[in-house]
């Protein structure tokens, strides 16, 4: 095997182990020092990199022309970049598109699309300043959410997304209304002012509601019963991490998190284990606010998946 395919296989190796961190730049004084384009074949690992940026662009959801005002790089030398059109850009380019891309991993929120949604808000203020009336003036076609005042803007669901909502909500649907149970079952868009205050306004994909006092005219007051989130590319995240502790201290019972991708499904049962369970797409899977009478059957789900 050439040292140049050697030299790219521990790159890509080092930077899987780094949680995704761009190996090349954390370490600049190796890149500055180095001519890439004789070690790596015609800059191949620039190619690597500017696939990586523009995957992790694509998962953030934002446009070239936000990821440059934020980074300050003009958005012809990011095309560039992205396309692997420019084999040896500067270090502080490089550094410039990886700080703005990749500084919420540790984190656990997607900052930067929280960053990208403030430009679209008349206002002088920063994100985890924003207000439920900042949330209400936003245009009636932008589906966002606000998190402990944080706005962040939420793309168009993919067809795989809805399809699961809607398999999701029969079956849910059809037990309640077997059992004639007091439970109404919802799915987003809803308004959901989860921690009773003007800092937080959530978008649940499904909300199980039992205690309908909850239920108001503008969406839902309070904590749901039960939530299901879809995780989309821009919202694994806060699918995984932040919502969890955000509906676990609100008073939500049970939260499912599926991941089309990796055909899992993530079930917290905040009344009863410490511990979540993962099940797979080809499992029978209990709700536990109904004491596992009711199951989710994902086998039957993922067979009638487009």
């Known amino acids: 095997m050439p040292p140049s395919q050697v030299i790219l296989i521990v790159f890509n190796r080092l930077r899987l182990f780094f949680n995704f961190r761009i190996f090349i730049i954390d370490f600049h004084p190796f890149y500055r020092y180095t001519n890439f384009n004789k070690i790596f ?17 694509n998962e953030l959801g934002i446009t070239t022309e936000q990821l440059s005002r934020l980074s300050g790089i003009p958005t012809g030398t990011i095309n560039k970049i992205l396309n692997g059109e420019t084999k040896s850009p500067r270090y502080a380019t490089l550094k410039a598109l990886n700080d703005v891309l990749f500084r919420d991993i540790d984190s656990g929120i997607d900052g930067i699309r929280e960053t990208a949604a403030a430009y679209t ?5 920063k994100q ?14 932008v589906r966002a959410e606000l998190i402990d005042g944080h706005l962040i803007f939420l793309e168009a669901p993919r067809s795989v997304h809805q399809e699961l909502i809607s398999e999701l909500l029969m079956d849910i649907g059809f037990y309640i209304r077997k059992n004639k149970g007091p439970c109404k079952v919802l799915p987003a868009p809803l308004d959901v002012q989860l921690d009773c205050d003007n800092r937080t306004m959530i978008q649940p994909d499904i909300s199980v509601i039992c205690q309908l006092d909850r239920l108001v005219e503008k969406g839902v007051y309070g904590a749901p019963d039960f939530c299901i989130e879809i995780v989309s590319p ?8 932040k919502k969890v502790s955000k509906y676990q201290n609100a008073g939500v019972r049970e939260y499912w998190i599926v991941d089309p991708k990796r055909e899992t499904v993530l079930c917290y049962y905040f009344e009863g284990d410490d511990y979540p369970h993962m099940y797979t797409f080809d499992d029978i899977i209990p709700v536990m606010i109904y004491d596992g009478k009711l199951e989710i059957n994902f086998a039957d789900i993922k ?4």
């Open 128 to 141: 985890g300043e924003y207000t439920l009336d900042d949330y209400y003036a936003l245009p009636d076609d």
């Open 303 to 306: 067979d009638r998946l487009i």
């Open 234 to 241: 821009s919202s694994r995240s806060r699918d995984y991490i």
């Open 41 to 57: 074949q015609g800059g191949a690992v620039m190619k690597s990199l500017g696939e990586e940026f523009k995957e992790r662009k």
């Open 121 to 125: 808000v008349s206002s002088d203020k």
